[in-house]
């Protein structure tokens, strides 16, 4: 009905979040910069963001793809065929409730899944690096 | 079938943007993403639907096979599309500017 509206709104969130902290990691030079990791392979974390929105963005663009292709989605107002009438319409939360949250908290641990494994191989580029020092 | 399909391209696109890695001038990385997320969403939704109609899930009609396979090819394709436009707008390659200088 409308399950995509959830990541939808996160996707927003995420996007807005990774923009406002890009512009405080350029402003304060923490991060040098080199197409998104530094030189000690640390990936700023405004990159890791965009990875959640990215994910966020391209799934739910297919997934209202799906939606129009089985006319759930109308290019006129009210746009969604289950905002026409009230009944359909807590159906339609119920959905966004359940479903919609479901697929926006998957994608979610899935991102948080790929924070720990990108956090994992830049602590092991970090005690590489600091051996070869010695 | 829409996931499978899904599935099917994502991983193609993880492995074809493994071999490139750590450079990715095509952004085969957008692609792992689109379809990595819908994959994801639709994993989700089949879940919810296989709650809903149990053993009816894995037994569909031709009908809805057949419209379930079209739709996923469909949305591979809406994700390649993607991917150009994006790849043509951001020209990594800058085939575009040295095309425009000369």
């Known amino acids: 009905m409308a399950c995509f509206i959830v990541p939808v709104a996160e996707a927003v969130i995420s996007t807005v979040t990774a923009h406002i902290l890009e512009k405080k990691e350029k402003k304060s030079d923490r991060v040098q910069k080199v197409s998104g990791i530094d030189s000690s392979f640390k990936i700023c974390f405004s990159k890791k963001i965009k990875w959640l929105s990215k994910l966020l963005w391209g799934g739910s663009f297919l997934l209202a793809f799906e939606h129009l292709w089985h006319g759930e989605i109308k290019p006129f107002f009210p746009f969604l065929t289950a905002a026409k009438n009230s009944e359909s319409f807590s159906d339609m939360l119920y959905e966004m409730s359940t479903v919609g949250i479901g697929m926006a908290f998957t994608v979610t641990v899935a991102w948080i899944g790929m924070l720990i494994v990108s956090g994992i191989f830049e602590k092991h580029q970090k005690v590489q690096e600091m051996r070869e020092m010695i | ?102």
């Open chain 2, 1 to 102: 079938m829409t996931l499978l399909i899904t599935i099917i391209a994502a991983i193609i696109c993880t492995i074809i943007w493994y071999k490139t890695a750590p450079q990715d001038k095509m952004k085969i990385s957008v692609l792992c993403f689109i379809y990595w997320g819908a994959s994801l969403m639709w994993f989700v939704d089949a879940i919810f639907e296989y709650a809903e109609f149990r053993e009816k899930f894995f037994t569909p009609s031709l009908y809805e096979m057949v419209n379930d396979t079209f739709l996923g090819v469909s949305a591979v394709a809406l994700g390649l599309v993607v991917w150009i436009a994006k790849l043509l707008i951001t020209d990594p390659k800058h085939i575009f500017k040295r095309r425009f200088k000369q």
